[in-house]
């Protein structure tokens, strides 16, 4: 029985694709090909294909804060994001692999989008906010936006707050 439990421990100990490393690279990057779900808004993530560079690099990403849900980003990555037209899916990723994806969401908006995290971006404070729906925060969101791995690749990158 003891060397079954320790045949058991073995794969726990030797797999790293969900631990973060410093050098793992946060990215958001728009993507290439996509469709919506049929009637909602929200991303058929089954469908999706990321563009070949980020939107937002690692290195634009200076921390991100849990509470708020919300990424202080360089004063480049925040032009480029109020840039972006309503509703631009994207995706949020470490290392090209997909984390999360979202919908922009700019607040002055008049559609709703109530099925995706969503982010809208504060220019003045360079931050922007991920959001469960919008206007208003939906419980039937499945809210990825503080999950493990990326909330330990933050830690690791000291940007965590």
């Not at 469709?35 to 808004?41: A, E, N, Q």
């Not at 849990?66 to 994207?90: V, W």
């Not at 997909?98 to 969503?118: G, H, K, N, R, W």
């Amino acid at each position: 029985m003891r060397h079954f439990v320790f045949v058991l421990l073995i794969p726990l100990f030797c797999c790293t694709k969900d631990k973060a490393r410093a050098n793992d690279k946060i990215e958001m990057y728009l993507l290439k090909s996509y469709h919506m779900v049929s009637g909602i808004c929200q991303v058929d993530a089954s469908t999706v294909i990321l563009k070949d560079a980020p939107l937002v690099s690692n290195d634009e990403i200076i921390s991100y804060s849990d509470k708020e849900h919300s990424y202080n980003l360089d004063a480049t990555a925040i032009q480029k994001i109020n840039t972006l037209p309503g509703r631009t899916p994207f995706a949020l990723t470490i290392d090209k692999e997909i984390v999360f994806l979202a919908v922009y969401m700019p607040l002055i908006m008049s559609s709703t989008c109530d099925q995706s995290i969503t982010m809208y971006a504060n220019v003045s404070q360079n931050k922007i906010f991920m959001n469960l729906g919008y206007p208003f925060a939906s419980s039937t969101i499945n809210d990825e936006r503080n999950k493990p791995v990326l909330v330990a690749t933050l830690q690791a990158q000291g940007k965590f707050r």
